[in-house]
């Protein structure tokens, strides 16, 4: 079995204020809210008996 390996982000590559990683942290969020509007939508047409 082959062992994980962690390698630490070196300063070239990592750069967390860039356009290219502003873009990706905005899609991101994009998608979170359409999922959180899509969970809400399910959740109401859901209906669960809770024994009542």
Known sequence: MAE???V???GSTFMPNSIA???LQRRITDF???QQ???AE????LKI???C
Do not use: A, F, I, M
């Open 37 to 39: 509007g899509l969970d």
């Open 21 to 23: 990683e502003d873009t």
């Open 32 to 34: 979170n809210q359409k």
């Open 8 to 10: 630490q982000p070196r």
């Open 49 to 51: 008996c809770r024994g």
């Open 4 to 6: 994980s390996v962690h």
């Open 42 to 45: 399910l959740d109401k047409k």
